[in-house]
């Protein structure tokens, strides 16, 4: 029978009551579990609850569910299993989906929409604001200032009570911004820094001759020859090395405006052009010349092809901007300071650091005799401002400059930054829905986080949360646990209730690290192979560090967020050891254009020790794998091409002479025309969110009806690509080349996806995991060192588990592993810690622990050592 509800108070911070003990989404939870039924009577939503009715999004499995109000609600379960679907692509697209209904049709256009969400009926549901999991917008003029507001109120400060220089008139705010026409630096247009070829990046080899392409910006092929054979007939010599040219002749050569058009003799060297000139023989044609450095900047603006775009990037190099110093500003606007800082270099120094700053301000103690107005000004922006400030610092964010471009942020810092700004915003009654806001946090950050999630609910929202980490879970007021497995499997509600009742729900994966500490699994110690030595390493926060990385061991480096973890590891180690080896800069994620790059900040140092051992360096991020939907998990990992290959060789495609390539849906061979393999065709409707329908001819499928007809042990290419993981793993285990692949994304817990997945669709933990998994299936060679930052980002703890046992096959076959970690368990399982710190930004920097994990443990000074003893 249902239990009474009751609502609680919204700053009482008391637990909601379980709703029911009888079975949940329609039809009992399997394993025996409890979950929330419909409550009996009552209006919509009257009793303090949301509820949700058929609910189909994805793999939800037409899920009735309800879920308490005013309330911290933490949806769990393992990676894939329905938890975002629920709370993102249910709930928040439905609330968005009323709020847009509300509002005209022309602003409704400049909002970002879900869509709508499959769903029956969802009574009970406030307004709601998403706070997601997103890397930074790549552009360099979006800053921590600027995502906070915090930056608008600073600008207010310095206008309305700088220290002007004597007679300069006073400037408004938006003079302030490099945003803004008022504020920019004329000649950087507020970027900074300016962008140009010189002649260092176009004639990398000063050695060579000009015939020997010493131009290397030049296109290749004939259209570079037209170019050393016009200058020919202009009288220079082209097989001289470039050093010896006049610098006269070099500069016109690269930077000259001018494109005379002159007579071409091809193949004539410079004495057969000067007597085909004095003779007036005939020429090959008339050629224009165009000098290196106007071929890249119009190539770079013009070109339509990636591949000539990105060459012509690769000659464009940057320098701080002459005229403003890197600071972006018109110098009317620098030359206004507070507190002896312009407001550029106000604006790099950390939060903790501008608190201190804004302080005398903020008590009335600035211009109070000569000009009382100013005082109070001062007064009224610094008090705004410090009360800004105070709640990300709370946050555990006081080690962020405003400057700091969102580009370089981190996912949860990005989150936590979003999340300060609600908090200050002090709405009332609407629900939070937030992706993971512990990720990227060490456990002593993530106190900070469940205050401040406190607070939102103390103000009267609703906070619904997906979350693994173990510690956010324990905090809930309420628990929805979705699965009980991932993808095809998952999808159900096996219990939505208080944290104490999911005990009893056998077929939670959950319930099993909430139960009780899991302490790792006892191993042998392994003793190091020997060691990498990073000596003087400077790079961001780190300065003149040494540190020992053993060689043949599991490696975590711990501390906390802003630290210097990945500065020392992620940066400083993957470069040195990279230059040691041979390989230069990883550019395969660089845009195209530079002024999304981010800024290179110079590194000194060297590495030295046992580098003989060393053969092979992988790093594995959290970079998107493809940056389109063409792009997915078959075609990455390369067990696409083996599929094709294996359709192309039976009797029907024989018959029909189909290669491989009939069965690529990105070659117009036996792709569908209608929506050239797409497999969609979108409706733009303007004031709502696009439709996207299944194309009307290949009904999603992305072939054409006579490629489909080709099948493979009774399966077309279209239903291979829909197999998940763990399905296409069975149908193709007697093929090697498939099934190897197939193998090493299930052992790190992806079975769940399937082999058509689009790659834009992956977490950033997802797009780790297949590139791990992508590595696994080589075959594995010792002296190798694997770079891993934060791997268990977006994990539950049952799937953490899995990709240890992979970490761990690695070291024990001879390889090295080097991981900048949170979970205080992989930090317990690993064989050596490096704990940074103490503090962030300029408080930390320095190793504050370095050994076994019981040594680092019992380290005093160290934040991480308590959290870690607890896991140990």
């Not at 608008?152 to 009570?161: K, T, V």
């Amino acid at each position: 029978m249902p239990r009474s509800r009751s609502k609680p108070a919204p700053d009482s911070g008391r637990k909601p009551k379980p709703a029911t003990e009888q079975g949940a989404s329609r039809g009992a939870a399997p394993g025996g579990g409890r979950a929330a039924a419909a409550p009996a009577g009552g209006g919509a939503g009257s009793d303090g609850f949301v509820r949700v009715r058929g609910a189909r999004e994805h793999n939800l499995k037409d899920v009735d569910v309800d879920i308490p109000r005013d309330a911290l609600v933490v949806f769990t379960g393992v990676s894939g299993s329905g938890k975002s679907s629920l709370a993102f692509g249910t709930l928040f697209a439905e609330a968005q989906r009323r709020y847009l209904d509300s509002i005209s049709p022309y602003a409704r256009r400049l909002i970002d929409q879900a869509g709508v969400p499959q769903v029956d009926a969802i009574d009970g549901l406030p307004p709601a604001v998403a706070l997601q999991q997103a890397r930074g917008t790549p552009t360099a003029r979006s800053s921590v200032g600027s995502l906070t507001t915090v930056s608008n109120s600073l600008r207010m400060l310095y206008s309305r009570a700088g220290d002007y220089p004597p007679g300069q008139a006073i400037i408004y705010a938006d003079g302030f911004s490099p945003n803004t026409p008022a504020g920019a630096c004329p000649t950087c247009h507020g970027l900074g820094r300016i962008y140009d070829a010189t002649e260092a990046s176009m004639v990398p080899d000063r050695s060579l001759t000009i015939r020997e392409r010493a131009v290397a910006a030049w296109p290749g092929a004939w259209h570079g020859q037209n170019q050393r054979d016009i200058l020919t007939t202009l009288g220079i010599d082209v097989d001289v090395p470039w050093s010896t040219l006049p610098k006269k002749t070099r500069d016109w050569i690269l930077f000259t405006d001018e494109q005379p058009v002159v007579p071409v003799y091809a193949g004539f060297d410079l004495t057969e052009v000067r007597q085909a000139l004095k003779r007036k023989t005939e020429p090959s044609y008339m050629g224009t010349f165009t000098s290196a450095r106007r071929h890249v900047l119009h190539t770079f603006a013009n070109t339509q092809s990636p591949q000539q775009k990105k060459r012509a990037a690769h000659y464009l190099v940057s320098a701080d901007c002459p005229e403003c110093g890197g600071k972006r500003l018109r110098r009317e606007a620098l030359a206004v300071t507070f507190a002896g800082l312009d407001i550029a270099a106000f604006s790099q120094r950390p939060l903790d650091e501008l608190a201190a700053l804004l302080a005398p301000a903020a008590a009335g103690r600035t211009h109070a005799k000569a000009h009382p107005e100013q005082a109070l000004a001062a007064q009224r922006i610094a008090q705004d401002l410090l009360a800004r400030i105070a709640v990300l610092q709370d946050l555990g964010l006081g080690y962020l400059t405003l400057a700091r471009s969102t580009p370089t942020l981190s996912p949860g810092e990005l989150q936590r930054l979003r999340l300060g700004t609600q908090i200050r915003s002090q709405l009332f009654g609407v629900v939070y829905v937030m992706d993971e806001p512990s990720a990227g946090l060490h456990p002593a950050d993530a106190q900070a986080l469940l205050r401040a999630l406190d607070q939102l609910r103390a103000a009267g929202n609703s906070v619904f949360v997906v979350e693994h980490e173990i510690d956010v879970i324990r905090h809930a007021d309420w628990i929805v646990d979705v699965g009980p497995a991932a993808g095809q499997h998952g999808g159900q509600v096996l219990y939505s209730g208080p944290p104490a009742g999911l005990a009893e729900v056998t077929a939670s994966v959950t319930r099993r690290y909430l139960a009780a500490d899991r302490a790792p699994p006892a191993r042998q110690a392994r003793r190091p192979d020997g060691w990498l030595q990073l000596r003087d390493v400077h790079r961001h926060n780190v300065r003149g560090l040494d540190v020992d990385l053993p060689l043949g061991m599991f490696t975590t480096v711990t501390g906390v967020s802003g630290s210097g973890k990945s500065s020392l590891v992620s940066q400083a180690l993957v470069e040195l050891l990279a230059a040691h080896l041979g390989a230069g800069r990883d550019d395969t994620d660089t845009p195209l254009d530079p002024l999304e790059r981010e800024t290179v900040v110079p590194l000194e140092g060297r590495i030295v020790g046992d580098l003989e051992q060393v053969r092979r360096l992988v790093r594995v991020d959290q970079k998107p794998i493809g940056r389109t939907p063409r792009s997915n998990l078959a075609t990455y990992t390369g067990l696409f091409d083996h599929v094709r290959k294996l359709f192309a060789a039976t009797p029907a495609a024989k018959r029909r002479r189909y290669d491989a390539g009939h069965f690529s849906f990105n070659v117009a061979k036996g792709r569908c025309a209608t929506c050239e393999g797409e497999g969609f065709v979108s409706v733009e409707l303007l004031f709502m969110p696009s439709v996207y329908a299944p194309c009307p001819t290949c009904h999603g499928r992305r072939y054409d009806a006579k490629t489909l007809a080709v099948t493979l042990r009774g399966k077309s290419i279209a239903d291979v690509l829909e197999l998940t993981v763990a399905d296409a793993a069975a149908f193709f285990a007697d093929d090697a080349p498939i099934a190897r692949p197939l193998q090493a994304l299930a052992e790190v817990g992806l079975g769940y996806l399937r082999l058509g997945q689009p790659a834009t669709e992956f977490s950033g933990g997802e797009a780790q995991r297949i590139k791990l998994a992508t590595e696994l299936q080589r075959q594995q060679r010792r002296g190798t060192v694997y770079v891993l930052d934060e791997p268990t980002t977006g994990l539950h703890p049952s799937d953490v588990d899995t990709l240890m046992r992979q970490l761990q096959g690695l070291v024990e076959a001879g390889s090295t592993v080097i991981a900048v970690e949170h979970d205080m368990r992989v930090a317990a399982a690993s064989d050596w810690i490096v704990d940074m710190g103490p503090g962030a930004g300029d408080a930390g920097g320095r190793v504050v622990a370095a050994g076994p994990p019981a040594q680092v443990a019992a380290q005093r000074d160290s934040r991480t050592a308590p959290f870690l003893k607890a896991a140990l």
